[in-house]
């Protein structure tokens, strides 16, 4: 599992958080887990933007079969 450190929060932040995760019953680390855990969902319109980048970064070319790349490189060889 990755680690992330967040330095120079607000005080007034981490009391909060604090709040919350007691309100919960659970730990800080518990609660910023599950707050990071859903932030990091995206939703569908993100996931859309997110296709169309991909999309771009072709350059508008439409992709080739898997099985001509596949057969191409067999017959190379």
Known sequence: MAQVIVRNL???????????????GRALEQELREILTEASRLGPAER???ADRVRALGGGRPGRDSVELIR??????
């Open 72 to 77: 191409e490189d067999r017959e190379s060889r």
């Open 48 to 50: 859309l933007a997110f």
């Open 10 to 24: 607000d005080e007034g932040v981490v009391r909060g958080l604090k709040a919350r995760a007691e309100l919960r």
